[in-house]
T-cell receptor, first 115, second 112 residues
Framework: AQTVTQSQPEMSVQEAETVTLSCTYDTSESDYYLFWYKQPPSRQMILVIRQEAYKQQNATENRFSVNFQKAAKSFSLKISDSQLGDAAMYFC????????????FGKGTLLTVNP | DTGVSQNPRHKITKRGQNVTFRCDPISEHNRLYWYRQTLGQGPEFLTYFQNEAQLEKSRLLSDRFSAERPKGSFSTLEIQRTEQGDSAMYLCAGHRDGTEAFFGQGTRLTVV
């Protein structure tokens, strides 16, 4: 079974600074997808960024980028120029290619952005 | 707004009562998922529908839980004889093929 580990329960960053959230995972599969989801307080969980395991190039979405290290099974999220609206719980998630889109989540990292 | 709505947003119930939650995905979502999120944990998969067919159930889904998706549209999740351990956020997510999950805001259940 796949597992996802987020070792940082909480992180904080100053507005306009950069922060990196860590995620490791365990799988025996060679093809899969990795995600970062953002869950603001009392609001819907939304997809921040997606990485296909077969792609060597790290995904980027505006201020959000990942560092995907397949051999190390590591998938960190970097948020640049942090904004107050980035404050949320961030979940790392794994999806097997063959899992009918079922997601396996980590426990989450609560990000605080200080003005 | 992801287009997936869940009702009610909050539910407080006494132990032993039955509760039912509803999820309304957008019409293009042929796949629908239920997840449970307890305090300090990430969402955990409960069950999955493709159209009206329930194709997978987690071992977390005890006999007291039942889910339906009549006509492949909205879905309901019922918990019978609720226990305090059922207190959690219940999340619904919709997919259409080729896209990733769109989550609802969840239903927070408190069993007292």
């Amino acid at each position: 079974a796949q597992t996802v580990t987020q070792s940082q329960p909480e992180m904080s960053v100053q507005e306009a600074e950069t922060v990196t959230l860590s995620c490791t995972y365990d799988t025996s599969e060679s093809d899969y997808y990795l995600f970062w989801y953002k869950q603001p307080p009392s609001r819907q969980m939304i997809l921040v960024i997606r990485q296909e395991a077969y792609k060597q190039q790290n995904a980027t979405e505006n201020r959000f980028s990942v560092n995907f290290q397949k051999a190390a099974k590591s998938f960190s999220l970097k948020i640049s120029d942090s904004q107050l609206g980035d404050a949320a719980m961030y979940f790392c998630a794994y999806r097997s290619v063959s899992s009918n889109y079922k997601l396996t989540f980590g426990k989450g990292t609560l990000l605080t952005v200080n003005p | 707004d992801t287009g997936v709505s869940q009702n009610p947003r909050h539910k407080i119930t006494k132990r032993g009562q039955n509760v039912t939650f509803r999820c309304d995905p957008i019409s293009e979502h042929n796949r629908l998922y239920w997840y449970r999120q307890t305090l300090g944990q990430g969402p955990e998969f409960l069950t999955y529908f493709q159209n009206e067919a329930q194709l997978e159930k987690s071992r977390l889904l005890s006999d007291r839980f039942s889910a339906e998706r009549p006509k492949g549209s909205f879905s309901t999740l019922e918990i019978q004889r609720t226990e305090q351990g059922d207190s959690a956020m219940y999340l619904c997510a919709g997919h259409r093929d080729g896209t990733e999950a769109f989550f609802g805001q969840g239903t927070r259940l408190t069993v007292v």
